[in-house]
């Protein structure tokens, strides 16, 4: 029998203590990965994160960290600005990655990790691997079969009201130091595009193929947010509309925006217009389709209805048992598509190379909005 994985969690923030840690203490997977480590820098938090967990190891310093944990691979989970530089040093130390959306904030960034992790014979899996959802595989498998004609134009996006500074992880964590969410609205990697529009590019991109050139309105249009008090000037886009260009003139809308709520989670997925129809979410031309597990996502408590959350969650790979009440689902599917590369030397979906495009998407966009040019997109996957 093959050793489990030593495991490791850096950044014990919100996503970490609602599900990472959860998910990763489970009984079910200790044949395969085993979580040895926690790295945060606020101290009363990684130690009574590690205490309650009864995880071995607590570190302050990502730098002690690496030198003394022992793990095989880890997951990063701190503010997005953070990730390039911490991957870079994982993959130095020799440690496989698992990336939170998103991988990186630049395209050359990701490109050097890529690149790093082949020399190094390391993996790299990048979230939000969001062609592992059933769905989103049938509704490339529909558009490729001519299910809706034509498709002239697709929307999709992420659009939010209250936002991060609204987790109840931030107040009633471990140890006695809120979690800060000024990260979220601060420059590099703050804004919608890199934490929620993200899914949306990713589902679109896997089930279109990826863009080739995009053009984009962004600013701050919510100037101010508040934590426990706190004033937080907004420092990165808080809204931004692009137009993405597939090619032989398929377009799409794609928005990351402040206003508007969650339009029903409708829009990760995307919306497909077609001479001959259209397909929203999990419907074609308002109808239920069927896909792979979708008579399991039916008997979740919201009848698999939702497409990326609820029902639709459960039949991610790896998402059985205890792991469908635990939060976070599709991160702990992404993690253990890690898992499963390093133990089998396979390939995932969820690749560093698609992250990659979706980052020279947003990339893109911003320089859009900021030259008013239209921008050529040269990565793929
Ligand atoms: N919150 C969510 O709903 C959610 C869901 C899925 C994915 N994510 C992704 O997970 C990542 C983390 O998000 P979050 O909301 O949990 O953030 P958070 O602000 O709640 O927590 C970040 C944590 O990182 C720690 N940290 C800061 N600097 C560090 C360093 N140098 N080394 C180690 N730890 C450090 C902070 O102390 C904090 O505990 C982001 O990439 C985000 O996009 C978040």
Redesign the pocket.
């Known amino acids: 029998m093959v050793n489990p994985l030593k495991f490791g969690v ?7 203590l609602r599900g990472l840690i959860p998910h990763l203490v489970q009984d079910d997977v200790r044949d395969r990965v085993v979580l040895t480590a926690l ?4 101290v009363d ?1 990684v130690e009574t994160a590690a205490h309650q967990y009864a995880i071995d190891q607590a570190f302050t310093s ?1 730098d002690e960290f690496l030198e003394r944990s022992d793990v095989d691979a880890i997951t990063i ?4 600005g ?2 390039y530089e ?1 991957g870079k040093k994982a993959l130095l130390a020799g440690k496989h990655v698992h990336f ?2 998103t991988m990186t904030v630049t395209t050359a960034e990701a490109t050097e990790l890529i690149n790093l992790a082949r020399q190094r014979n390391l993996r790299i899996v990048a979230s939000p691997g969001e062609m592992l959802r059933p769905h989103n595989v049938r509704t490339r498998e529909m558009i490729l079969d001519g299910a809706i004609g034509d498709v002239a134009w697709a929307v999709c996006g992420a659009a939010f009201e209250a936002y ?1 500074e609204a ?1 109840p992880e ?1 107040d009633f964590g471990p140890g006695r130091t809120p ?3 000024t ?1 979220y609205y601060r420059k590099p990697g703050g804004g919608p595009l890199y ?1 929620m529009t993200v899914y949306s590019l990713h589902g679109m991109t896997g089930i279109l193929g990826p863009a080739r050139a995009v053009t984009a309105l962004s600013g701050v249009r919510i100037c101010n947010r508040s934590f426990n008090g706190k004033l937080i000037p907004t420092e990165a886009d808080d809204n931004t509309l692009m137009l993405l260009d597939f090619g032989e003139s398929l377009f799409a809308v794609v928005y990351g925006t402040a206003a508007g709520g969650i339009r029903d989670s409708l829009d990760f997925s995307g919306t497909y217009f077609g001479t001959r129809g259209t397909i929203a979410g999990l419907k074609l031309n308002g109808e239920f389709y069927d896909y792979e597990g979708r008579d399991q996502a039916v008997l979740a408590p919201d009848k698999g209805t939702r497409p990326g959350f609820g029902g639709n969650e459960w039949i991610l790979p790896n998402i059985q048992g205890v792991h469908r009440q635990i939060p ?1 689902q599709h ?1 702990f599917a992404d993690i253990m598509q890690l898992v499963d590369v390093i133990s089998t030397g396979g390939e995932t979906v969820a690749s560093p190379e698609h992250a990659r495009h979706v980052i020279e998407i947003i990339e893109a966009a911003y320089r859009s909005a900021s030259s008013g040019s239209r921008e050529i997109l040269r990565t793929t996957f």
């Open positions: 850096v950044g014990v923030g919100t996503v970490s790295c945060d820098p606020v938090r990502y989970a701190t503010p997005i953070l990730h911490q939170n959306k991060h987790e931030r979690i800060d969410p990260w934490d976070e991160v």
